[in-house]
């Protein structure tokens, strides 16, 4: 078993801003949902940018992460693909792939990975994550808390909107 908190990144090909549209965050947080209710994963937190997503992780007893990851992003891609087709087929060119393995290519090859060692160290990524909307690039809310793609109102205001999140003292370090 992979024991450790991962800190995993993954982008949207060319930094394109993708996941605004909420819908798109929502097919992230269903999948999120998903593995966490299907015991892949323990969910610790989460943001959902425009153009990425961080994500604090940790593998359930009989899980590969590269099975978790690859999963996590061929269903996202998948549910975007079809949104995609039936409501901005032009769209889909952007993404549009010369490959033998797919037509379109969301997610930019080689999601970044980091193990987290120490609680010193998950708290500082957690804070960044949950600081992520905030980023004068971004300024897309003036609290934390008031992001709604983020788990930020769960740690800073112990509320629970999502339902699948752990929190990390209950369960590392």
Do not use: C
């Not at 798109?24 to 969910?43: A, C, G, T, W």
């Not at 901005?88 to 037509?103: A, I």
């Amino acid at each position: 078993m992979e024991d450790f908190i991962l800190f995993f990144t993954a982008t949207i090909v060319d930094w394109k801003h993708l996941l605004s549209k909420d819908s798109y965050k929502k097919i992230v947080v269903d999948s999120l949902e998903f593995m966490v209710v299907n015991k892949r994963i323990y969910l610790y937190g989460f943001v959902i940018m425009p153009n990425h997503v961080h994500v604090l992780l940790r593998m359930r007893e009989g899980n590969l992460l590269r099975n978790v990851q690859r999963d996590f992003l061929k269903f996202t891609s998948q549910q975007i693909k079809f949104d995609l087709l039936d409501t901005n087929p032009h769209m889909l060119n952007q993404f549009k792939k010369n490959g033998s393995d797919r037509q379109y290519q969301f997610w930019q090859r080689g999601s970044q990975n980091k193990k987290m060692y120490n609680r010193r160290v998950f708290e500082q990524k957690l804070d960044y994550i949950h600081l992520n909307p905030l980023q004068e690039k971004w300024h897309l809310i003036e609290h934390p808390e008031d992001y709604k793609y983020s788990s930020a109102k769960y740690y800073i205001l112990n509320i629970d909107d999502w339902g699948f999140i752990t929190h990390y003292y209950e369960d590392i370090f």
